[in-house]
């Protein structure tokens, strides 16, 4: 089992719609958990940290179930340039040598 | 928020020379860095973790003399890709961890990538 897991997609979604992506861990000690968002060709950038309370941010939300070990991110109102690859990130550790792990990402893609 | 430079942003380079690549975070001290490579359509791999001062970490399958990682101050890694072949080409990427007064240790942050390609 993959120790991060994402729905690889594509989903392809209106302009205006609303999209979740869900994914699983595997580390139940896991500690800290982000969204980023990555473009063709570029870099990952960090689009928000997941708190166990749920944190939002604009049209963006995240949430942990550490229960159930995932963690979501639901986009309202979808934009196009909302168009990217969402990766699902988690830290297993305090150390800051700890190595955060990626998921595989989830490919978003807003028609017009 | 924090920013991390790399350079060359891109590369073109014939099979056999050696590739340095540069990482530098601009505003905050990171204790250690990360290198990434990310095949076309693929995540990013974790190759190395770079810690100051010491040697690197390297993932197995990452083969050490051939990926040369210094991390010789706080805000610098280098990254050496020795004697490069065709089948190293790809979008390097570092990153730094951000180590925060209070003792945290949070966001990652990443610097821009450099594509190699090797003729």
């Known amino acids: 089992r993959k120790e991060v897991e994402q729905d690889p997609g594509p989903f392809n979604v209106p302009e205006g719609a609303t999209v979740a992506f869900n994914c699983t861990y595997s580390?139940?000690?896991?500690?800290?958990f982000f969204w980023y968002r990555q473009d063709c060709r570029k870099e990952p950038k960090l689009l928000m940290s997941?708190?166990?309370s749920g944190n939002e941010d604009g049209r963006f939300t995240a949430q942990l179930n550490r229960a159930s070990q995932y963690i979501s991110l639901l986009i309202r109102d979808s934009k196009l340039s909302d168009s990217a690859t969402y990766l699902c990130?988690?830290?297993?550790?305090?150390?800051?040598?700890?190595?955060?792990?990626f998921g595989s990402g989830t490919r978003l893609s807003i028609r017009p | 928020g924090a920013v991390v430079s790399q350079h060359p942003s891109r590369v073109i380079c014939k099979s056999g020379t050696s590739v340095k690549i540069e990482c530098r975070s601009l505003?905050?001290?990171?204790?250690?860095m990360f290198w990434y490579r990310q095949f076309p359509k693929q995540s990013l791999m974790l190759m190395a973790t770079?810690?100051?001062?010491?040697?690197?970490?390297?993932e197995q399958g990452v083969e050490k003399d051939k990926f040369l990682i210094n991390h010789a101050s706080l805000t610098l890694s280098t990254l050496t890709v020795t004697s490069a072949h065709p089948e190293d080409s790809s979008f390097y990427i570092c990153?730094?961890?951000?180590?925060?007064?209070?003792?945290?240790?949070?966001?990652?942050?990443f610097g821009p990538g450099t594509r190699l390609t090797v003729l």
């Open positions: 990153s730094a961890r951000a180590l925060w007064a209070s003792g945290s240790t949070d966001t990652q942050y």
């Open positions: 580390n139940s000690a896991s500690q800290s």
């Open positions: 997941v708190y166990s």
């Open positions: 990130v988690v830290n297993p550790g305090y150390s800051s040598a700890s190595k955060i792990i």
């Open positions: 505003d905050f001290q990171a204790t250690t």
């Open positions: 770079s810690n100051e001062g010491s040697k690197a970490t390297y």
